[in-house]
């Protein structure tokens, strides 16, 4: 509510765009393969959901595959005279065993090295059993078929257009609101958060290796930010900034980003994030590293001694314990950037005063 009634106080309604598959009738539809420079950011969109894990083995396997699929459908589009064009669920529907089998012979036709090659490619694919084969590319079928599914499929999976790529693209303003429904939709609702930052950082890299900025300056907010991690996302945090986009994430404690995608790899991103915000934490750990983090400090403390002496001892302490920040008051924080470390208090938020309605959820009785 509060995004609208700012929207239209700066007269940029038109830019607002809703994403949620809660009610896929009021929501815009993205379609992440509609756009591409290089044929890594396609395969990067669809492997975006696939759990990476601490074994990259099924990555990789899901890596292969899409990588093939996206070469045989465009190398086949191109031989019959037409425009590549295919979504997310034309990729699912190419990535069993006997699906790319049939890929794969229509490929034999193409009297074309590079279609030679891609044929020899599927081939060594396909050597393997077909049970096999099903279990180690279970895990991008699974990611697929999340996309391509229900409400998240009718706006994602299945979808057509891309119009916030389009207006991104012609240097037009959006704003963007993503309310994936993650309490209904659960994991769905994550491995579309991550196609969708794929998408934009895509975007971001084709304006980079231009040697040109996001015009206007694009920024991405991302709350429980621990959900949509995914892998090469570290990237985009390191060099994002240098392109026009500013990406904020929230999240409440610092396991959570080890749990999803690693410590070296959340340590990775960590280190890339300029501005740090830290308020009141749940958990001791996730207070030690902020106490850590925020560094120590010289403090001299008088010595008395026996015989009437006076002198002084410099010590070093941690500049904020960690209990005390475990006991912060609301709206208190502590503030790192690059001019210095800082405490103070966020400033008050004025009720809205627009109130977007949306319809009730009802329940479907079988």
Request: glycine share 8%.
């Amino acid at each position: 509510s509060k995004i609208v009634q700012i929207a239209f106080e700066t007269g940029r309604q038109e830019d607002l765009m809703l994403i949620t598959p809660v009610f896929p009738e009021y929501s815009a539809i993205l379609d992440p393969l509609s756009s591409y420079y290089m044929i890594e950011e396609l395969v990067a969109h669809i492997t975006a959901g696939v759990a990476v894990g601490r074994d990259p083995f099924f990555f990789g396997i899901a890596y292969e595959v899409s990588l093939v699929v996206v070469q045989a459908l465009i190398m086949l589009a191109k031989d019959s005279g037409t425009k590549p064009f295919f979504n997310l669920n034309d990729i699912k529907n190419h990535i069993s065993h006997d699906d790319l089998e049939k890929l794969k012979s229509k490929l034999e036709y193409i009297d074309t090295p590079e279609a030679q090659q891609l044929t020899m490619d599927m081939t060594k694919i396909l050597a393997t059993p077909a049970d096999y084969y099903s279990k180690v590319a279970s895990s991008l079928r699974v990611a697929l078929t999340e996309l391509t599914s229900g409400n998240v499929g009718r706006i994602i999976g299945n979808a057509d257009e891309n119009r916030f790529v389009d207006r991104l693209e012609q240097e037009k303003g959006v704003i963007l609101v993503v309310q994936l429904g993650s309490l209904l939709t659960k994991r769905a609702a994550y491995t579309a958060g991550k196609v969708i930052i794929s998408m934009i950082q895509a975007f971001v890299g084709r304006r980079y290796s231009s040697g040109k900025v996001v015009k206007p300056v694009l920024t991405l907010h991302i709350d429980e930010a621990q959900s949509v991690l995914y892998h090469g996302i570290e990237d985009l945090f390191a060099k994002a900034g240098g392109a026009g986009v500013y990406i904020h994430g929230y999240c409440q404690s610092i396991s959570q980003l080890h749990a999803e995608i690693g410590m070296d790899r959340a340590n990775t991103i960590l280190d890339n994030c300029n501005t740090k915000i830290f308020m009141r934490v749940p958990d001791s750990k996730t207070a030690q590293y902020v106490s850590t983090h925020l560094g120590e400090k010289r403090s001299y403390s008088p010595i008395i001694s026996l015989g009437g002496g006076l002198s002084i001892r410099e010590t070093e302490d941690v500049r904020i314990n960690h209990t005390e920040i475990l006991n912060m008051d609301p709206r208190q924080f502590f503030l790192t950037t690059y001019s210095g470390m800082f405490r103070g208090i966020t400033t008050e938020v004025t009720d809205t005063a627009v109130k977007v309605v949306f319809p009730e959820v009802g329940m479907q009785v079988r």
